[in-house]
């Protein structure tokens, strides 16, 4: 066995010793006065890491005094959950949360749901599919709503897994295969060939109501209280960074922003009753992608999730 696979079976291994020692995808729950909040973490991250979405679960518990929070382990363990972020087409990874959160009985009277990134359109979708329990405000925290056409991962990756990734990303990003292994494929929006997204995007086009209009996803979505986003002004990861609002670029080119209230996922979605009923917010923060400090999470997030 070469160095590089016994390090990465060491650090499988390691991983799997942590989970069990120390971290945890449920925390708090002595508070029943709190509804319980439910947190999907993005890629390249996993549900409880301590130094990841463990301190937003510790954070949680604090503040709202024990309340229950759940965040979702993808597959059951670590190694399935951080692969996940790449490798398990979202709809399965939706229809499992879904049955989890089912099975779940401290969620049956409802829950609050923050998303991570990728996990923001993700939670989204289980708004949109499964109206049991009921979700009731949905925050995304930096989630790609109108998908990306650009490069988020390439940071978290090798360059030589960067460039392979591109160069599916870039060439046969609708192809069956891609769309069925590669996550990223799935919300991959490309402005300049429209009809293909529409056409081969088997996750973001499916719930953006793009090739035919779901009632019951729009019924769903309709259903929350409040559909908090969140955009970080100075993302340099999501391309356009204005998915994180909703918007797109205007069809045909990849410059100019189109208004949501003119893009046709806000008829398709039909945005404009929630945007009325004063359900979409809004929300910028200055600083690169996730770039979430303690006190602005405390100040703007916390009491979403104190709401009565
Ligand atoms: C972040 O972006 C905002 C809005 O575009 C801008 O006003 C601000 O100066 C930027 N901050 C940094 C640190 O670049
Ligand atoms: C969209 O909203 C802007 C302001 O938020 C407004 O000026 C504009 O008229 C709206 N466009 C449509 C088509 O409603």
Redesign the pocket.
């Known amino acids: 066995m070469s160095l590089s696979r016994t390090l990465i079976l060491l650090l499988l291994i390691g991983l799997l010793v942590l989970r069990y020692i120390w971290w945890k995808p449920t925390a708090g729950g002595t508070n029943p006065d709190v509804l319980p909040t439910v947190l999907w973490h993005g890629m390249g991250d996993s549900c409880c890491v301590p130094l990841s979405l463990g301190a937003i679960m510790k954070l949680i518990v604090e503040e709202t005094k024990g309340g229950y929070v759940r965040s979702m382990e993808i597959g059951g363990n670590p190694v399935i959950d951080w692969q996940s972020g790449f490798f398990i087409h979202p709809n399965e990874q939706v229809e499992y949360v879904c049955k989890q959160l089912l099975l779940d009985e401290r969620l049956a009277k409802g829950y609050n749901a923050i998303g991570f990134s990728q996990g923001g359109q993700f939670l989204r979708a289980v708004a949109q599919r499964c109206p049991t329990p009921p979700m009731r405000t949905l925050v995304t925290l930096g989630g790609q709503h109108q998908g990306v056409f650009g490069l988020p991962m390439c940071l978290t990756l090798s360059n030589s897994a960067c460039e392979y990734i591109s160069r599916l990303l870039n060439s046969v990003a609708y192809s069956e295969m891609t769309q069925r292994n590669l996550v990223q494929a799935t919300y991959w929006h490309d402005p300049i060939m429209e009809n293909h997204y529409r056409l081969g995007s088997t996750f973001l086009a499916d719930i953006n109501n793009e090739l035919y209009l779901n009632e019951f996803y729009i019924e769903n979505l309709h259903k929350l209280k409040k559909f908090v986003m969140v955009k970080f002004?100075?993302d340099t990861i999501v391309q356009p960074k204005e998915s994180q609002w909703f918007q797109f670029y205007t069809s045909g080119q990849d410059k100019v922003i189109q208004p949501l209230n003119e893009s046709k996922v806000f008829q398709d979605l039909r945005l404009m009753k929630m945007e009325k009923e004063g359900k979409l917010v809004f929300l910028?923060v200055?600083?690169d992608h996730l770039a979430i400090s303690k006190a602005w999470f405390i100040k703007n997030i916390v009491p979403l999730l104190l709401e009565k």
């Open positions: 002004l100075n910028g200055e600083g």
